[in-house]
Structures are given as structure tokens and as C-alpha cells.
């Protein structure tokens, strides 16, 4: 089981910007996929963004690709989502997921671990 610890939300304006960090404790960081979901009030939770265990591929929902960018230093056991042109629209809490597996890992179901969510909001 991996623990995944998220850190970097807030308040901020829109237009703004905010880069959220998920620490993992597991020594073979390298053999996860690696995903970011958030979940509004009253909304089921949904994807953001994924990457592939090297962080060669990587992978968008339509509502975020342009502004946000997911990335990793395996290294540090740590995967980034770095947040531009925040919409108030995008405020939720975001979470952190670790599926084991080669391909990249897109879907809910395909992740295993799950962080306890950082907050992001946006004000208008």
C-alpha cells in the first residue's frame, strides 16, 4: 500500500496559479502510474490528469489541457500538478492516486491508493 500525502492547495484568485505536490512512501515510486482527480460538492469525483511511470506520457481531461500540467521526479517520490489560468470552476478538492501498473492509468477504478485531498479554491 502506498501513502500519498498532498500539500500546495489554497485560496487564490482567478487567472491565478497553484502547484499541488503528492509525496508517496513507497521505495518503487518508479513502477506506479500516477493520477490527480478532484471532487466538487455534490459532484461525483473525476480525472484531471495522468502521467506514465518514466513521465514521458501524460494525460489531460479537455477542461484542464492547456492549464495545467502534470509531472514527476522519481527521485523525490513526488508527482506535481501545476495549475494556470484557475477558473472558479475549478475549485474542489484534489487527490492524488497511485495505480501499480505499466500503462498509464486514466479511470477511477484503475488506481489503488488514494491521498486525503488538498483543497483548491478559486474566487471569482
Known amino acids: 500500500q502506498v501513502q500519498l500525502v498532498e500539500s500546495g492547495g489554497g485560496l487564490v484568485q482567478a487567472g491565478g496559479s497553484l502547484r499541488l505536490s503528492c509525496a508517496a512512501s513507497?521505495?518503487?515510486?518508479?513502477?506506479?502510474?500516477m493520477g490527480w482527480f478532484r471532487q466538487a460538492p455534490g459532484n461525483e469525483r473525476e480525472f484531471v490528469a495522468a502521467?506514465?511511470?518514466?513521465?514521458?506520457?501524460?494525460y489531460y481531461a479537455d477542461s484542464v489541457k492547456g492549464r495545467f500540467t502534470i509531472s514527476r521526479d522519481n527521485a523525490k517520490n513526488t508527482v506535481y500538478l501545476q495549475m494556470n489560468s484557475l477558473k472558479p470552476e475549478d475549485t474542489s478538492v484534489y487527490y492524488c492516486?497511485?495505480?501499480?501498473?505499466?500503462?498509464?492509468?486514466?479511470?477511477?477504478?484503475?488506481?489503488?491508493?488514494w491521498g486525503q485531498g488538498t483543497q483548491v479554491t478559486v474566487s471569482s
Open positions: 502521467i506514465g511511470r518514466s513521465g514521458r506520457d501524460t
Open positions: 492516486a497511485a495505480a501499480f501498473r505499466s500503462a498509464v492509468a486514466k479511470l477511477l477504478a484503475e488506481f489503488d491508493d
Open positions: 513507497v521505495r518503487t515510486f518508479y513502477s506506479y502510474s
